[in-house]
């Protein structure tokens, strides 16, 4: 279940990854965007970070919105709205059911549906997320081995949405960083203890 | 203060084109109220939701027409109208030719629908 | 110096709008060569053919793609390239989004073929 | 027929003519564009004054040659264009049959029609070009009274060519601004004694 201490456990783990990768996942949007991925998510997440140290929170609901909010207002980019309303979706599913994680994550996703317009296939941070969701709904689990299964499946795909959809066919061959950023998120779940 | 019905917000990721659509515009249509957000916080390229908040806040119509340059200017303007309370019409025509349409037709007084009518052939954008 | 095959000019009113569109195609067009003229001669609001002449005689590219913002810019653009010995391709497409497909695309080192593919849907302008 | 002089002296006083109605041309550009014709028109003609100074010339068409260049080169929007290319073709009839007026200037007419892709009833300049060289071609002759219809037809057109044409039927009621410039362009061919 998600808890106030898990929740915030996760996002610092996520905060982290993305800190540390945060060049590599730059190089990997300067192959098939305009390179500022990296720089996107460590200005969204620092800000995460900040409220996380100067505020407390009641509920993980809470926590959720506070992050979405944070996303929203600082990452900039095509990553703020998307992470953004993934997590203020998250948090009004974890509201009801706190218990199901699947759940949760799959609100998450819809989120991302919702203000991407993107499906499976056009190599997007969907292609993560939706894989994910299904493992969860099925069995009640993740391995980092299958987020890298995803994460690595977008290499061989053409783009269609978002700025890599410019470059068709010339797409293909490079991991989405969208994809691996959000790799980063679900290991941190597991890492945080949300998921095991 | 505006005496037009519909005010024009330009969202760009570089803050010199979105400035630069502004004083084309304002060529055309002296008396629309039109605001801009170009680039990020820190006026490096990129979208930033709160130059595109304030952008939507700062002008004087209350019924906007907003126009961007590529998707992800798109989803921040998104999530601004979805906290915004005014009436904003996302255009998903091309970026420069589209605002001065609705800036000239504006201008002269053209009602919501001739300005969506004559905005209709240049939708050229469907990439989120 | 470009080693891309296809240069990038632009054409427009404004000189920061110009300006600003060349940062925003730089973002994913490192090697490519992109020039551009903006407004008239004293850099007021306007198109100057003396601008575009030097906007394609400094481009590195002998091959052009031209993307222009009204049907004036496009005119002054037609009566440099009867007087120029480059080949050039004028796009009557949405300038931002235009110039911005086209510059990603030669960047990827895709064919003529391809960019122009590509670009046919973006092709808005008729009015001179 | 064109000589060295009478084209010189039409040209005067057509820089005379815009020049004293310059913000009145601007005025009208206002209305339905920009605002910058009188501008636009003003700068291109100013040089045609300047070189027409500096230089002698040995034929008409070396005059209209000097003029449409000029005019390419300094005038700025729409207008510079359209009257260059006017001019130039001009100076390439001239050389081939100065007597005729009329096809001289149908080569004008043809030059803008190239440049433009205007036809008529479209609320441009071409309004005035195309009767004045249907008057001449049937009339060998051109009254102002008949530039002046010409110019105030255009106040009852739509224009769907130019600026004015984003404006659709708003654009309805004024006079077209390159309209009134090429009235004075003929009337000024009138007073400079190319015309009678
Ligand atoms: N329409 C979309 N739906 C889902 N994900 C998208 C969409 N557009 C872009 N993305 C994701 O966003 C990532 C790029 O984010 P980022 O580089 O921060 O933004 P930008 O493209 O504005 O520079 C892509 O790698 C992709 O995963
Ligand atoms: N396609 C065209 N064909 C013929 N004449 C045109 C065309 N477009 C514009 N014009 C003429 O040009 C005039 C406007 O000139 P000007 O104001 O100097 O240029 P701009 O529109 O670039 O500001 C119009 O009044 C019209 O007569
Ligand atoms: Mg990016
Ligand atoms: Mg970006
Ligand atoms: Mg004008
Ligand atoms: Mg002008």
Do not use: C
């Amino acid at each position: 279940m998600f808890t106030v201490e898990n929740t915030t456990k996760w996002l610092h783990a996520f905060h982290e990854k993305v800190q540390a990768n945060q060049s590599y996942l730059s190089e990997l949007d300067s192959a098939i965007g305009d390179g500022d991925h990296g720089t996107n998510m460590a200005r969204g997440l620092a800000e995460v970070e900040r409220k996380l140290k100067e505020n407390s929170f009641e509920s993980p609901q809470e926590v959720l919105k506070m992050a979405a909010m944070a996303l929203i207002s600082k990452t900039g980019g095509a990553s703020g709205p998307l992470y953004g309303t993934a997590l203020l979706e998250m948090s009004k599913q974890v509201a009801i059911d706190p218990d199901h994680i699947g759940k949760t994550v799959e609100a998450g996703l819809n989120g991302i549906l919702k203000r991407g317009k993107a499906t499976t296939g056009e190599k997007t941070m969907v292609d993560v997320w939706k894989p994910v969701v299904e493992s969860l709904m099925a069995e009640q689990q993740l391995s980092k081995e299958r987020i890298h299964q995803f994460v690595s499946e977008t290499k061989e795909m053409k783009a269609t949405k978002g700025r890599a959809s410019y470059l068709g066919e010339r797409s293909l061959g490079h991991l989405d960083p969208g994809a691996v950023s959000s790799g980063y998120l679900f290991e941190a779940m597991i890492d945080g203890g949300i998921l095991s | 203060m505006t005496t037009k019905p519909f005010g024009i917000v330009i969202s760009s990721h570089v803050p010199a084109l979105a400035e630069g659509i502004v004083t084309l515009l304002k060529e055309v249509a002296k008396d629309v109220s039109i605001t801009y957000a170009g680039g990020t916080d820190d006026d490096q390229v990129g979208a930033s939701f709160e130059k595109i908040q304030q952008a939507v806040m700062d002008n004087e119509a209350d019924e906007l027409f907003v126009f961007y340059d590529l998707g992800s200017a798109k989803m921040n303007v998104e999530m601004v109208i979805e906290l915004s309370e005014k009436t904003i019409h996302l255009m998903d025509v091309a970026l420069v030719e589209g605002a001065y349409t609705a800036a000239a037709l504006t201008q002269g007084g053209a009602s919501f629908e001739t300005i969506t009518e004559q905005l209709q052939p240049l939708t050229i954008k469907s990439r989120g």
